[in-house]
């Protein structure tokens, strides 16, 4: 079964820092793993998906943030930081929060480094929506989800909304 299960807030694995992903070792396994990763993220019709959305403590995740037009894939494995710019308020969802929105400060260009699927170091620059992927998808491997970074004061009204979507959950 290709398509697999989404982890959902409160689930502990999406919580902890995923450690880095040894290509060489994992290289074997890396094929049928993403197939199942853009099986999974287009079913749920999401733009990212991280590897602990799918249960799985590995540094890696995949991004598309147009999965109706023009596809851009990119497969980040063990990504790193190299510049944010800019600042850009914007609403960001995520497929272990379904249902729960929010407005969210994050930086308007992202500069990431990553290896691809076939272990190519890529720089990956992103403006707007991609830069907020890149930004929410590396928060995932270290275990953060987006509504750890709102404010405590404007937080009340989206644990709320956790509540109220948890209901509906699987
Ligand atoms: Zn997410």
Redesign the pocket.
């Given at each position: 079964m290709p398509v697999r299960r989404i982890t959902k807030h409160g689930e502990k694995v999406l919580k902890t820092a995923c450690p880095p992903l040894d290509y060489a070792a994992f290289k074997g396994e890396l094929p049928d793993l993403l197939k199942d990763m853009w099986a999974s993220m287009q079913s749920a019709r999401g733009v990212?998906l991280?590897a602990p959305?799918i249960g799985l403590t590995l540094r890696l995740a995949i991004i598309d943030v147009k999965p109706e037009g023009k596809s851009e894939r990119h497969v980040l494995i063990n990504p790193e930081i190299v510049s944010l710019e800019g600042e850009l308020n914007d609403e960001e969802g995520?497929?272990?929060?379904p249902g729960v929105y929010s407005k969210l400060k994050r930086h308007a260009r992202a500069r990431v480094r990553a290896l691809d699927e076939n272990g190519v170091l890529r720089e990956i620059y992103g403006e707007g929506l991609l830069a907020r992927a890149l930004q929410?998808?590396i928060d995932?491997l270290d275990g953060k989800?987006?509504i750890d970074r709102i404010p405590f004061e404007e937080r009340l009204p989206v644990l709320d909304a956790i509540k109220k979507a948890k209901l509906g959950w699987d």
């Amino acid at each position: 079964m290709p398509v697999r299960r989404i982890t959902k807030h409160g689930e502990k694995v999406l919580k902890t820092a995923c450690p880095p992903l040894d290509y060489a070792a994992f290289k074997g396994e890396l094929p049928d793993l993403l197939k199942d990763m853009w099986a999974s993220m287009q079913s749920a019709r999401g733009v990212g998906l991280a590897a602990p959305q799918i249960g799985l403590t590995l540094r890696l995740a995949i991004i598309d943030v147009k999965p109706e037009g023009k596809s851009e894939r990119h497969v980040l494995i063990n990504p790193e930081i190299v510049s944010l710019e800019g600042e850009l308020n914007d609403e960001e969802g995520c497929l272990s929060l379904p249902g729960v929105y929010s407005k969210l400060k994050r930086h308007a260009r992202a500069r990431v480094r990553a290896l691809d699927e076939n272990g190519v170091l890529r720089e990956i620059y992103g403006e707007g929506l991609l830069a907020r992927a890149l930004q929410h998808e590396i928060d995932h491997l270290d275990g953060k989800l987006f509504i750890d970074r709102i404010p405590f004061e404007e937080r009340l009204p989206v644990l709320d909304a956790i509540k109220k979507a948890k209901l509906g959950w699987d």
